[in-house]
């Protein structure tokens, strides 16, 4: 092998791997961890999400022995830190813990929120918010005398660092649920809270500072029970819509930025990247994410205002990771395999350009998606080459 075949490729600090122009196989962590620093990887990085009821289609499919054999046969990079806690998993989709139901058949959380299931054509299941606890509350006495639920009392921590150390030699570990914004309107009612934002702002400030100070302390405990092990921390604002931003540019910044950057830093502080989850048109203030820290950006909603793939990645591709971007409004759901192909292709084309992308859909996978569009997904990703 001449030196010119040679190439050292920097996976982590303090360790190296020897390769050819085609890389030696790389665990997941190990691509995540080069994908994050824009370093060569053996393949791209992968990472679907999926509802319960898609996972157990995939897992048939695919004819997995466990989760852990379908993550590798699916190419998935990470694992979320989804170890079993009281009462429920760290990292499930749903943030809230349903602690009681009511005569009506909702759920009432620990929050206070109540929610309604709802059952898809397709088989999957949702639950959407129908009353909000303080959205009668009027001053500030009534925010701070809410009785706040505590993260202590909601998870049991003791059995992160022992789920981790099964995982992290394969996957990259990834934790967090925080969503602040999300929480907060579940709290108060959308409309509700926008209007505290425009007319009542020290109200609102409040009530998101109390939902933040909930999911810090729900990350401090995470972090420090992991000790250190935990690579990537999610935290979700849920600010865009189809046509853009819910709120002005301006009120972002002056409602959210700040918590953003308060949640970035405590995870930095422990050694973890920062992903950022928002749907929607967020393009005005991708500039103001990447200052509060935030090192990667889910899930590239192709359709939304101003989330073109190739503006994204002309503007932000030498500062922020994307992960995302292949579409699920259209394509996965309604086009061919060739459509997907195609869509894939481009997204690892362009997103992918000099590193810096982890392959994913613009939403968790729903049961509403032919498996062959998914395989087809998937197997032009594991065969795709730079």
Request: proline share 4%; glycine share 6%.
């Amino acid at each position: 092998m001449t030196e010119i075949d040679k190439s050292i490729t920097r996976l982590s600090p303090g360790k190296e791997r020897l390769c050819t122009r085609k890389l030696v196989h790389m665990t997941g962590r190990e691509r995540i961890l080069a994908t994050m620093a824009r370093e060569p990887t053996d393949r791209f990085s992968f990472d679907f999400s999926y509802t319960a009821e898609m996972k157990k289609k995939l897992m048939a499919a695919f004819e997995a022995a466990d989760y852990q054999d379908f993550l590798e046969k699916i190419g998935n990079d990470t694992i979320d830190a989804c170890f079993k806690v009281k009462p429920h998993a760290i990292g499930s989709y749903y943030n809230h813990l349903f602690s009681r139901k009511t005569e009506k058949g909702c759920f009432i959380d620990n929050w206070g929120v109540t929610w309604k299931r709802c059952d898809t054509d397709s088989g999957d299941i949702f639950y959407d918010v129908v009353d909000f606890p303080l959205k009668n509350a009027k001053t500030i006495k009534e925010i701070e005398e809410f009785p706040w639920p505590d993260p202590a009392d909601d998870f049991d921590f003791s059995s992160v660092r022992e789920g981790i150390l099964r995982n992290n030699d394969k996957f990259a570990v990834a934790g967090g649920t925080a969503a602040v914004f999300d929480d907060s309107w579940r709290m108060r009612g959308m409309e509700q809270l926008l209007m505290d934002m425009a007319i009542n702002p020290e109200l609102a400030k409040l009530l998101l500072s109390k939902v933040c100070g909930y999911w810090l302390k729900f990350a401090r405990l995470l972090l420090e029970a992991a000790d250190g092990k935990i690579d990537i921390m999610w935290t979700r604002d849920d600010l865009g819509s189809q046509n853009g931003l819910i709120m002005s540019p301006d009120m972002c910044r002056e409602f959210m930025i700040p918590l953003i950057k308060e949640r970035a830093d405590l995870y930095k502080s422990y050694g973890a990247k920062v992903f950022m989850h928002s749907c929607g048109g967020i393009y005005p203030i991708i500039g103001d994410i990447i200052e509060c820290g935030v090192d990667a950006l889910d899930p590239i909603q192709p359709r939304a205002d101003r989330m073109d793939r190739r503006k994204l990645k002309a503007e932000f591709g030498n500062k922020l990771v994307f992960h995302g971007g292949i579409d699920q409004q259209k394509v996965l759901v309604y086009g061919t395999v060739d459509n997907v192909v195609r869509e894939t292709k481009d997204c690892l084309d362009v997103l992918g350009r000099d590193g810096g992308y982890i392959l994913a859909a613009s939403h968790q996978l729903e049961t509403d998606i032919p498996m062959e569009n998914v395989m087809a997904m998937i197997e032009t990703a594991m065969n795709y080459r730079r």
